[in-house]
């Protein structure tokens, strides 16, 4: 029973850094700047203007990260009380 459960639980963990490994190694090349941001981005250089880009890019994908963990969890507990 134990055993079973602990391969359950590490075929999860294996599938998700499966898949975080997947992405992770993916170089999209991706402009989230608004035409005035890369206006004013462009002026200081290449450099800066994609640590700019990143930085949009990284503070986009938090609330979306943050609601997919919530809903994961909120689905997880329905799913045991079932």
Do not use: D, H, R
Not at 25 to 51: D, H, L, R, W, Y
């Amino acid at each position: 029973m134990v055993i079973s459960l602990l391969y359950t639980i590490m075929k999860k963990l294996f599938l998700i850094l499966i898949f975080i490994g997947c992405f992770s190694t993916i170089n999209f090349n991706v402009n989230a700047q608004c035409s005035i941001c890369s206006k004013t981005v462009s002026q200081m250089g290449k450099k800066p203007a994609e640590g700019f880009n990143t930085g949009i890019i990284y503070l986009m994908l938090i609330p979306y990260a943050t609601i997919g963990v919530i809903g994961y969890k909120w689905w997880k507990s329905n799913q045991v009380k079932s």
